[in-house]
């Protein structure tokens, strides 16, 4: 059974442009979450997913980022215009809520330069 | 507000040398509290789950124990594999998200 999968596992983009981050679940899966991680800091909820639906995005800066999950393919986490404190790290977990253990498990992440 | 706080920053033990990462934590009701490994440019790999205060889960050199203020994580004659950052999470009664404390940085000298 694979694990999250989360791609590109690098990305680097200048100041202004777009980044699309990738991230498909564990097989079985319907719950993503995405959370960031800086330097020296822990991780940071960003937003939670079901497939179609935003179930919470209290984490999740209020311009230029944007997450999806649709009913096919994988969650999408979208930042417009990026700025160089956008460089970070960024993980994808997910879980399965009929084992009702509430775990998540986290992919190898994104790690996002801006120049 | 929901906080973790783990200690110590990092850690330095010799090889076979026991000791305990601690993880204190402040949130409206605990629905789990849980301890990841994360290796240097990798994704954090779950270890265990814990709900209730008394509750102990071991797994190899690892144990790990929950109060209702703070968990342990004990490491019993670590080897150099061992050496890792060592996270902490929490998850509210009412809440989706994970709260993360910053880490504990284990290094493992032979």
């Known amino acids: 059974n694979a694990g999250v999968m989360q791609n590109p596992r690098h990305l680097v983009r200048r100041r202004g442009q777009e980044a699309r981050l990738r991230c498909s679940p564990m097989?079985?899966?319907?719950?993503v979450y995405w959370y960031r991680q800086l330097p020296e800091e822990g991780l940071k909820f960003m937003v939670y997913l079901q497939k179609e639906n935003i179930i919470d995005e209290s984490g999740m800066p209020k311009e230029r980022f944007s997450a999806e999950f649709p009913k096919e393919g994988p969650s999408i986490l979208r930042i417009q215009q990026v700025v160089r404190g956008d460089s970070a790290a960024y993980f994808c977990?997910?879980?399965?809520?009929?084992?009702?253990?509430?775990?998540?498990?986290f992919g190898p992440g994104t790690r996002l330069t801006v120049l | 507000e929901d906080q973790v706080t783990q200690s110590p920053e990092a850690l330095r033990l010799q090889e076979g040398e026991s000791s305990s990462l601690n993880c204190s934590y402040t949130?409206?009701?605990?629905?789990?509290l849980f301890w990841y490994r994360q290796d240097p440019g990798k994704g954090p790999e779950f270890l265990f789950t814990l709900y209730s205060a008394g509750e102990e889960k071991e797994k190899e050199r690892l144990k790990a124990t929950l109060t209702k203020k703070e968990s342990f994580l004990h490491i019993t004659a670590p080897k150099p594999e061992d050496s890792a950052t060592y996270l902490c999470a929490v998850q509210a009664q009412w809440g989706n998200q994970f709260y993360f404390g910053t880490g504990t940085s284990l290094t493992v000298i032979p």
């Open positions: 949130v409206s009701g605990l629905r789990g």
């Open positions: 097989k079985g899966h319907s719950h």
């Open positions: 977990a997910s879980s399965d809520v009929r084992d009702h253990t509430d775990t998540q498990y």
